[in-house]
């Protein structure tokens, strides 16, 4: 079918965007300039910028609710309806990366499947089974059927299916240097298994396929910037559910697919809940299907409105900004014959335009009608300021902090290049480096171990209190209305306390290490005062930048779960009240305890080996520099003895 | 002639917005009962002919006059009553529920009123049907009322074409096949398609009512109804209910696929109802009521050693 391509995205939408990228390959054309001469002692500092540059792509994960419409407005964005799957079934299995302009694009590669590996497939099944498990503690067993079967299924399918090379595939990967809509199809969407039976190929290889990344050049996009589309969430098929929560706190910022004829529901606030744990200015919620509603204009005041209350009453929503549109208008104004869309959305579409003062006689008006009302503009806009704001701004922040360090540096080892040669101990003057660095590395150890058990015995003791107080919440329930009513404690709180805690430990270690790192710093500059004796040469001094502080992901394993009230609803089934308790106390714990664990492995620990990275990142750097005007001061002969 | 004790009670629940209070509104043939693009923050509404006037109960068992069901606070009340007349009402009484999945009400004001009914429908938007919070809801339903449940997947109108309808019915009929007996895909904008909801209902009333042993058993006391009123005669309001054979009745295969047609009755008893519906579908509640009184004798007669006879209940005056 032929069909017209609008370019949907007015550059303007990327224009903050635009600038702040500008500065950063500035930087960076700066960085590989210093690179030319030979100025060894900041090669480690620059080489680790212009790292930092080229890994630097800003994620922007669609999240949501299952058919919200997650997929088509990433089509609307790109201007091209069929390029991602959409459905009216659940439909997108994968995390899917649409990287545009990148430059860290694989060598004729334009669609690269990893698929799982055997280990990584195992424990997918295994956190099926995880889930049963937990159900099965629980005391569900219908639940942990449930799970149990889903897993077993989706594996017998897939082996069924492929065979020999099932075996084969794992851990493999398939990339591509071209691609159509069909190709991506049979990875990225799950498949009707109807048709799958019958030999059709969409959804072939989705159960093995861990992640899909497309690179597309679009000159209309800026460089370096990343869209996820993500499996819907509350799915019944819940096993996809982890990727999908995982996504988010990898990325910098999250729209939110409201649906307008069920925005915000328990579900979407428990999603929003944990996203909100990120940083609430980079979330935006975008309500969709505005022309499923009779009177779009009118409607929208009220759901503005409802939502804003909401998040209000749940203690969220400062700085959310929330816009309002329809995939399917941005999808219709990009089309030959706009005027074709449904007789409904085109209604709606005009109470639209009326409100608006738009006109709505011909087919171009329409298009220039529905382009406005479908919000698409605004949302990138809006996605761009907060990427700009955020991430974009840090970076930059980074890296004039970095520059100013290196060109400092420079200038003093160049000065003192010009004067006159002077000798000292230079095996001594190592050695005490030497040590500064050994001393700050041990009390960095030291400061893990401390942090870390302070932060297992609050996880244990809010543990113990929500324990405590879940039974009590049961206790009164139970005198009150007896045990023939249903009730349920909202785990959320647990979550809350648990997060908070690791938050502040990070923060303290964070702290701890800046402490020390003054220390170090002021040793080096005694070094240099005392046993160069450089007067009046300082260390430079620029803000040190920890790696920012990710809320720990584990703690939102479980949405699904959580929600799913039936399970701690059933409870008031269990008869007389201390056996009610033991077994409550029991499932709370058990439940908790990998949580705790959790924590500490796989969140606590990797963020104490990631600021021991830049304690000595900074140290050698400040070694390397002192050792440059050691160098210098010991002049040219000293240094041509060194050297042979 | 033998008489029920009490008519059938649906329950008509779901996510919120799903369209529960349009799909009784359009039973009723009038706009009953405010019905909002936002959440309807409304209590549990029993609709009856044989209510005694309108009244606020509260969760405390008391209960007072209705002035305005807009003005009445959700909490604290377990349900509205309101007594009124429509044809529909002849066959069964009709419980609108608060939304599920709404952040801002309790879950339990609607599970609560699970007790007093007898069937259950379940709405769930056709463009985000059947997803796990409403699964979740289904797996801790009593297996009492699993029996005879519907699924309406309402918004039909919103699928672009038949092959799409066709996918989603297939993949919701896959999924809740454990849950509902029923399934229909309906848009709850379109006469014929509520005329087809509407003689569902009553069909499933009849067959509800004859398995009616249990039906009386299983209300708890608190729950039924404190007086049963005179059944007045009905008067005609709006909708006329059309069953079986009339042919508005009929479908039209674009609006409506439906995947169950009531036929695969779960008891002896049920197939006689099944079979009497078929010969001679009743056109009035006069005539229904006389078709109950010739089922009864014909399951008297057949089903008299079976364990808790239906007919003991129903017979009962
Ligand atoms: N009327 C209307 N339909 C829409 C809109 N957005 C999406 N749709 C339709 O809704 C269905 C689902 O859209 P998808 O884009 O697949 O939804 P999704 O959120 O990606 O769904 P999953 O990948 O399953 O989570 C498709 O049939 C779309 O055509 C909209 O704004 N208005
Ligand atoms: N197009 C279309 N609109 C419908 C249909 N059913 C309901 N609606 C509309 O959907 C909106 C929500 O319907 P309600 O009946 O109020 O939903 P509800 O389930 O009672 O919602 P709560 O009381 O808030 O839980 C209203 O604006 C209805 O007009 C349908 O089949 N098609
Ligand atoms: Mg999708
Ligand atoms: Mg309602």
Redesign the pocket.
């Known amino acids: 079918m032929e069909r017209a391509e609008h370019s949907p995205t007015d550059k303007t939408a990327f224009q903050a965007l635009q600038a702040q990228w500008d500065l950063i390959s500035q930087f960076e054309a700066v960085f590989k300039s210093i690179l030319e001469p030979d100025v060894d002692f900041v090669r480690d500092s620059i080489d680790r910028c212009l790292e930092k540059i080229a890994a630097f792509e800003p994620n922007v994960s669609v999240i949501?609710q299952?058919?919200?419409?997650?997929?088509?407005?990433l089509n609307a964005m790109l201007g091209k309806p069929d390029f991602l799957p959409?459905?009216?079934n659940?439909?997108?299995s994968v995390i899917t990366g649409l990287h545009f302009n990148s430059r860290r694009r694989p060598p004729r590669t334009r669609a690269l499947f990893r698929f799982f590996d055997q280990y990584e497939w195992d424990r997918l099944i295994e956190t099926g089974g995880k889930l049963g498990e937990m159900a099965n503690r629980a005391g569900f067993s219908q639940e942990a059927d449930e799970v149990r079967r889903q897993v077993l299924e989706m594996r017998e399918m897939t082996q069924a299916r492929l065979g020999a090379d099932f075996q084969r595939l794992l851990g493999q990967s398939h990339a591509f240097a071209e691609f159509d809509q069909n190709l991506i199809n049979s990875y990225i969407c799950y498949g009707d298994p109807d048709d799958l039976r019958q030999g059709g190929q969409d959804g072939f290889y989705a159960d093995l396929t861990k992640s899909a990344d497309l690179y597309i050049d679009n000159p209309d996009f800026p460089n370096n910037l990343c869209f996820r589309?993500t499996?819907?969430v509350n799915d019944t098929f819940m096993m996809r559910e982890q990727t999908t929560l995982n996504a988010i706190s990898e990325s910098r910022a999250c729209i939110v697919?409201l649906s307008a004829h069920q925005a915000l529901s328990t579900m979407d606030m428990a999603l929003l809940r944990i996203i909100c744990a990120i940083d609430a200015r980079e979330v935006v919620i975008f309500v969709?299907?505005m022309?499923?509603l009779g009177n779009p204009t009118a409607e929208e005041a009220k759901l503005r409105a409802s939502i804003t209350k909401t998040l209000e009453r749940f203690g969220l929503g400062a700085g959310i900004e929330i816009l309002f549109g329809?995939?399917?208008?941005a999808q219709m104004a990009q089309s030959a014959a706009p005027q074709n869309m449904?007789p409904a959305?085109l209604s709606a579409l005009q109470h639209w335009a009326e409100m608006h003062q738009m006109p709505m006689t011909s087919p171009e008006d329409i298009r220039r009608a529905a382009t406005e009302a479908s919000g698409l503009h605004h949302l990138l806009r809006a996605v761009a300021s907060r990427i700009a704001d955020g991430p974009g701004a840090r970076m930059v922040e980074e890296l004039r902090a970095e520059a100013r360090n290196i060109v400092s540096m420079m200038e003093t080892v160049q000065t003192i290049a010009g004067e006159s040669p002077q000798d000292h101990d230079v095996a001594g003057i190592k050695q005490r480096l030497f040590r500064i660095k050994e001393t700050a590395l041990s009390r960095h150890q030291q400061n893990v171990q401390q942090t870390r058990e302070d932060l297992e015995n609050r996880l244990r003791r809010a543990q113990e209190a929500f324990v405590e107080s879940a039974l009590s919440a049961l206790s009164a329930h139970v005198a009150a209305y007896g045990e023939a009513e249903t009730w349920e404690h909202e785990p959320m709180s647990l979550r809350m306390s648990m997060r908070s805690a690791y938050l502040s430990a990070c923060k303290s270690l964070d702290r701890k290490a800046q402490a020390l790192l003054d220390e170090a710093a002021a040793a080096v500059q005694d070094v240099m005062d005392v046993d160069l004796a450089v007067v009046g040469v300082d260390l430079p001094d620029e803000q040190i930048f920890f790696p920012v502080i990710r809320p720990p992901s584990s703690l939102s394993a479980t949405l699904s779960l959580d929600l799913n009230r039936a399970w701690w609803q059933r409870f008031w089934k269990f008869g007389a009240e201390a056996r009610l308790r033991k077994k409550y106390a029991d499932v709370i714990l058990a439940e908790t305890d990998p949580l705790i664990a959790q924590l500490l492995e796989q969140h606590f620990d990797p963020r104490s080996r990631e600021v021991l990275e830049v304690i000595e990142d900074y140290l050698d750097d400040r070694t390397r520099y002192v050792h440059a005007i050691l160098d210098q001061k010991q002049g040219p002969t000293k240094r041509a003895r060194d050297v042979a | 002639m033998t008489q029920m004790k009490r008519k059938p009670r649906l329950l008509v629940a779901g996510e919120f917005s799903a369209g529960k209070t349009q799909l009784i509104n359009g039973l009723l043939g009038a706009n009953v009962l405010p019905s909002n693009v936002t959440a309807t923050a409304l209590p549990p509404v029993w609709i009856s002919a044989d209510h005694m006037g309108d009244r606020r109960v509260g969760l405390d068992g008391t209960s007072e006059p209705l002035r305005d069901l807009r003005n009445v606070a959700l909490e604290g009340t377990l349900c509205c009553e309101m007594q009124m007349q429509a044809p529909i009402l002849d066959y069964v009484d009709l419980i609108d529920t608060p939304g599920n999945s709404d952040p801002n009400i309790d879950a339990t004001s609607w599970m609560r009123m699970l007790d007093c009914a007898d069937m259950v429908i379940w709405c769930s938007n056709a463009?985000q049907a059947w997803r796990q919070s409403e699964k979740a809801v289904w797996q801790a339903m009593p297996p009492r009322l699993r029996r005879n449940a519907t699924l309406v997947v309402t918004h039909a109108d919103?699928l672009h074409d038949s092959q799409?309808a066709d996918r989603l019915m297939r993949r919701v009929l896959r999924e809740t096949d454990p849950f509902f007996d029923h399934h229909i895909l309906a848009s709850l904008l379109v006469e014929t398609d509520l005329d087809f909801v509407a003689n569902h209902v009553v069909t499933l009333a009849g067959q509800v009512a004859c398995t009616g042993a249990d039906l009386l058993s299983a209300a708890p006391q608190q729950m039924r109804p404190s007086q049963q009123g005179p059944n007045p005669t009905p008067r005609r309001v709006a909708r006329p209910i059309r069953v079986g054979s009339s042919p508005a009745a009929e479908p039209t295969a674009q609006n409506v696929v439906p995947l169950f047609d009531g036929a695969s009755a779960k008891s002896r008893a049920e197939a006689i109802w099944a079979e009497l519906v078929k010969n001679a579908p009743p056109n009035s509640p006069e005539e229904w009521q006389a078709m109950m009184a010739e089922f009864m004798r014909a399951v008297d007669g057949e089903l008299e050693p079976a364990a808790a006879t239906p007919a003991r209940h129903l017979g009962a005056k």
């Open positions: 949501g299952v058919k919200a419409g997650k997929s088509t407005l959409v459905d009216v659940p439909w997108t589309d499996p819907g697919v969709n299907r022309d499923e329809s995939g399917y208008w449904a959305s | 463009v919103r799409s």
